[in-house]
Nanobody, 119 residues
Framework: QVQLVESGGGLAQPGGSLRLSCAAS????????MGWYRQAPGLQRELVAA???????NYSDSVKGRFTISRDNAKNTVFLQMNSLKPEDTAVYYC?????????????WGQGTQVTVSS
C-alpha cells in the first residue's frame, strides 16, 4: 500500500509565497515522475509542474518563472515553491507520483490541499 500526504496549502496575499510538500510512504520500490496538478472550481484539473527521476522539470506556461518544483529522493518527497502568487493560482493542488510498488507501476494522487490567493 502506498500513501501520499500533502501539506503546506493555505491563504496567501497576491505577491506572496507558499510551499507545498507531498511525501510518499509505503511499499515503494522506485519513484519515477513526481508532479503537481491543480483544479479550480468549474475547471478541469491541469498540470502545474513535474520533475522526473533524473531531475528534469517542466512547467505550465502560467507558472513559469514563479513556481519551482523539486524533490528529495531520500525522503520520497516532492515540493512546490510558489512565489509571486496571483489570485488565479487559487485552486486545490494535488500531487501525482508514479510509483513501482509490490505488483505494478501506477500513478498515485494526494488528497489535495487548498491554496487561496486573496487580499
Amino acid at each position: 500500500q502506498v500513501q501520499l500526504v500533502e501539506s503546506g496549502g493555505g491563504l496567501a496575499q497576491p505577491g506572496g509565497s507558499l510551499r507545498l510538500s507531498c511525501a510518499a510512504s509505503g511499499s515503494i520500490f522506485k519513484i519515477y515522475t513526481m508532479g503537481w496538478y491543480r483544479q479550480a472550481p468549474g475547471l478541469q484539473r491541469e498540470l502545474v509542474a513535474a520533475i522526473t527521476s533524473d531531475g528534469s522539470t517542466n512547467y505550465s506556461d502560467s507558472v513559469k518563472g514563479r513556481f519551482t518544483i523539486s524533490r528529495d529522493n531520500a525522503k520520497n518527497t516532492v515540493f512546490l515553491q510558489m512565489n509571486s502568487l496571483k489570485p488565479e493560482d487559487t485552486a486545490v493542488y494535488y500531487c501525482n507520483v508514479a510509483i513501482r510498488g509490490l505488483l505494478a507501476t501506477r500513478d498515485y494522487w494526494g488528497q489535495g490541499t487548498q491554496v487561496t490567493v486573496s487580499s
